[in-house]
């Protein structure tokens, strides 16, 4: 994969975090801060290219030539559940950002393809650049079609924001999308036979919500 599209947010405090989440020993209230933590940190590096513009500010003393966001309009898009527990963390960066959902599930009767199951996005999405958020980058298959959704409903820009990525995960996505850039603060190396990343941090909906 080209390297630019790839961004592994190597940050110290958000690998320290990160090893906390990984930790099976976390319990739910703490996993929920901590991918919130990580959640804006990576969010940071990942709205690191929003152009500027430059501004005049009286402050207190004089004026200041100083520096604003320029007309770009945000929108994050969680992937249910997962990517829910990353929405809080990254718009508080971006309070003016809209939220869409997109629920998708694979599934096991025909080979364990992506089934959306909810889908509400911002009607103005295509004035929107667009975050997808989830929890993990797995097989692919529920990120490419959140992709290609996203993009079907005329987004400027795609990115996808996760907290651990494994290689086929990132290769699927890549190959279908190659415009897409992935953010992750972790890559992983194998899927287990349950499609879980391993080492990874488990069930990443079940350790958010305390459902198992
Ligand atoms: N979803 C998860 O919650 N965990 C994984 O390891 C892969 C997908």
Known sequence: ???????????????????????????????????????????????????????????????????????????????????????????????AAKIGHIGIFRDKSSGNAAAEYYCKLPFDIDERDVI??????????????????VKDSGARSVKFMCLIACTQGANALHEAFPDVDIYCGAMDNELNEDLYIVPGIGDGGDRLFGTK
Not at 67 to 91: C, E, H, N, T, Y
Not at 132 to 145: E, F, K, N, Y
């Open 1 to 95: 994969m080209e390297n630019t599209k790839l961004h592994i947010c190597d940050h110290p405090l958000v690998q320290h975090k990160l090893s906390l989440i990984r930790d099976k020993n976390t319990g739910s209230k703490e996993f929920r801060e901590l991918v919130s933590e990580v959640s804006m940190l990576m969010c940071y590096e990942a709205t690191r290219d929003l152009p500027l513009k430059s501004v005049q500010i009286q402050t207190p003393v004089a004026i200041a030539n100083s520096s604003i966001i320029s007309g770009r309009k945000l929108a994050f898009v969680p992937i249910l559940r997962g990517g829910l527990g990353m929405v809080d963390g990254a718009i508080k960066l971006v309070p």
């Open 132 to 149: 997808i958020t989830d929890l993990m980058l797995a097989t692919g298959v529920s990120a490419v079609h959140a992709v290609k959704r």
